[in-house]
Structure formats: C-alpha cells, structure tokens
C-alpha cells in the first residue's frame, strides 16, 4: 500500500485539477450568459486565452515564485514518484488562471484584448504568486508573526483570500480604469440596464461552477490520506445558504439566484475544513445577501460598472470567508479550532492589500501606454466582431 500511496495522491490531485478546469467553462457561460449578444464569443475566447496564458506564466515564473520550484530538470527527474509534484503544479495552476477569468467578468465588452492577456502575464506570473507564497508557503515569515501575535496561523484551506479576494480586488482597478460601458449611466444620473443575453447559460455557467467547486475544495487537501468529508459538507451548506438569501434579497431575480451559490461556495473555501456545519451554512447566508446588496449599490448607486459584480461576489465575500474563518472556526463555536481571528482579519486584509496595489501598478502602466479599452465605434459593433471577426450567432460575418 505504501508503493501506491504516490500514484494514488497524483491520481487525486489530477482529478483535483480536472474539476477546476471545468470551472473554467463555468467562467465562460457564466460571463457569455451576462453579457450582451454581441460580446459572447469574446467571452469564450477571452476564458480560453486567460487560461493559456496564465500557464505560460506559472510555469515559468509564478511556480517558482510561490514555491521555489522550476521545471529545469531532465523529464527524468521530472517525472519521479510518479510526477506528483508536476500533477501539483497543474491543480495549483487552475487557481492561479482563476484570478484573470474572475477579472474578465468585470471589464466584459469593453476591453481590449491584447492588454488583458498582457495583465494576466504579469498577475499570474508576479502579483498572485507573491501572495500565494505567503499564504500557502511560509515566505517572508508573516505566517511565523501572524503566530506569534495571533496564537495561529492565517489560515485559508482552498482560497477564498489567495484565489477569489484576490481576483476581485484585483479587478476592481481594472474596472474603475476602464469606466461604464458607454450607454450605461445618463447624463442626468439615470441608469440603463443591460440584461442579460441568455438565462440558460448564465446558470449553466453557475451549475458548472458549482460541481467543479467540489474538487476546488474537498481536493484541496493535495493528498488522500488528509482528504475530508466535512470540507464536502461545509461546502454544500454554504452553497445552499448561499442561494436562498440571494433568493430572497434578490427578490427572485434568476441572477442573483444564481450568482448566490457561488457567493457562499466562495466565502466557505477558506473555513471550510474547520466550520461546522451550521457555521458554513450562516456564512452562506451572509455571503448570499452581502453580494445582492452590494452588487446593488456597485451598480445603481456608485455606478461602477461591474458586469458580471465580480468585486462584491469575488473581492468583498472572500474576504468575508477570511474573517469569518477566525470566528466559526473557533471551537466555542463548533468549530475545530486552530484559527485565530487575529491573524484571520490582519492575512486577509493583506491579501486584499497586496492584489489592490498590484492591480493598480499593472492595470495603471497598460492604460497609459497601451489603452485598455475600445473604441467608441468597436464598443459599439460589439467585441465579437471588431475583435474576433464573427458573431455568436450567424457565420456570415465570419472571414473564413
């Protein structure tokens, strides 16, 4: 049994990082779903790119500056006790390409394309690292302090901090760069809505998030002998809670319904192996309400034109999911213990702190020099064709 413990991890790590993968699709349904008509095949082009380049950029950077490990070596070496630590590298990897697919929900149809995947390079390969480093690696000895100070560690199980609060702050720069799709507000304050092109896939998008979610979380655990059912069960708590106070602040709009499992399944990532059960479920509910509410006031009030309210769903309920950790996880309130809220508000905070100011360097450089957004005419044929040439819906535009 022993012999087979290092094939048996590589195989759970790899299905692992198949399920991520598949919420890469989800990414793309759920953004082609949201936006209008004539942006869709952007959408699916775009989650595609994001995902090759960022790649590109973890294998030869970001990888080896989170964990210090390069891919130099013969494939020889490479590929001892069965490649786990190559396999590793592909379940980390569809976290990483996460953060830009996060992103291109909030700057959707009216972006160019270019300067996007050259954003995804740099935060792949530099900003998200660097943090993932700290959370999950031990570098610059934050962890060590945040003990010292704390009594524990930040803790963050499967990535609402180092993955989604990460991906939301760091688009909330990219949105405010770029300003509301022409059309959006009115000269007199008014708001016009964009609704969405297609329910169908915005919730096919939402049910493939969903399932993938569970390798997200449950196989975060990097290894069978650590792998835990009540991270699966925490997992499902938040998400329903999730979708019932989206429900039910939502007004039943089939928007936020289906944007609410993914508040709570984001805001759990973090707690979920320490929560009990009722705790995961209160920290969906939370999360479920908080992105309706706020996403209505990103929108209509602060008129920050966040397509897909990938801040409020992403930024601001993973880092509820941080906090929330260092209270549900206590073990005077059901939880295993092992966390500190101390460390969980100072780690999260910095994680927020860290995605922020290289969003704003990253995002700031490429709009001055390259311009970020399209033209007034392109905006307005739509992303499909002034990019790519053809529409979602008939080949006859097409340059084949």
């Keep these: 049994m022993q012999n087979l413990k290092p094939a048996a991890d590589a195989l759970f790590i790899l299905l692992g990082a198949v399920f991520i993968l598949a919420m890469h699709a989800g990414f793309a349904f759920l953004e082609l779903g949201t936006v209008r008509e004539k942006n869709q095949v952007n959408a699916l082009v775009k989650i595609l790119l994001d995902f090759a380049i960022s790649t590109i950029a973890y294998f030869f950077i970001g990888y080896y500056v989170a964990y210090g490990f390069s891919f ?3 494939a020889q070496i490479l590929s001892q006790q069965n490649g786990y630590e190559l396999v590793k590298f592909f379940f980390l ?33 530099f900003v998200y690292p660097f943090f993932e480093g700290i959370a999950w690696n031990q570098h610059f000895g934050v962890q060590s302090w945040l003990k010292e100070l704390g009594g524990e560690e930040f803790h963050d199980f499967a990535g609402s901090i180092v993955v989604h609060a990460v991906g939301g702050w760091v688009a909330l720069p990219a949105v405010l760069f770029l300003g509301a799709r022409r059309g959006r507000y009115t000269k ?10 297609s329910v169908p896939f915005l919730a096919l998008g939402s049910w493939i998030l969903a399932v993938g979610w569970f390798g997200f979380n449950v196989m ?48 759990v990532c973090a707690g979920s192996d320490v929560m009990h059960p009722i705790g995961a479920l209160i920290v969906g509910l939370v999360a479920g309400a908080l992105f309706v509410k706020v996403f209505i006031l990103e929108q209509n009030v602060w008129k920050i034109d966040d397509v ?17 950790t260092g ?42 020099t390259l311009s970020l957004r399209l033209t007034e005419e392109e905006e307005s044929e739509g992303a499909d064709l002034s990019i790519h040439k053809i529409s979602a819906t008939s080949r006859e535009e097409s340059s084949w």
């Design 93 to 125: 990897l569809t976290f990483a390409a996460a953060v830009p697919a996060i992103v291109s929900g909030g700057i959707a149809e009216r972006a160019r394309f270019n300067p996007q995947l050259i954003a995804t390079f740099v935060i792949v390969g």
């Design 327 to 368: 209270i549900f996880g206590l073990i005077s309130l059901g939880g295993t213990g092992g966390v500190s809220p101390i460390s969980q508000v100072i780690g999260s905070f910095l994680g927020v702190a860290i995605a922020l100011g290289g969003s704003v360097i990253v995002y700031g450089i490429l709009n001055a």
């Design 188 to 197: 007199n304050g008014a708001v016009r809505t964009h609704p969405p092109s």
């Design 220 to 267: 975060s655990a990097q290894t069978l002998d650590k792998i835990n059912g009540l991270v699966a069960l925490n997992s499902l708590m938040a998400m329903v809670g999730g979708t019932i106070a989206a429900w039910i602040v939502g007004k039943n709009d089939p928007g936020f319904v289906y944007n609410g499992p993914l508040a709570g399944l984001v805001a």
């Design 72 to 74: 130099w070596d013969p």
């Design 308 to 324: 897909l309210g990938v801040w409020p769903l992403h930024g601001l309920c993973g880092l509820w999911g941080g906090v929330a």
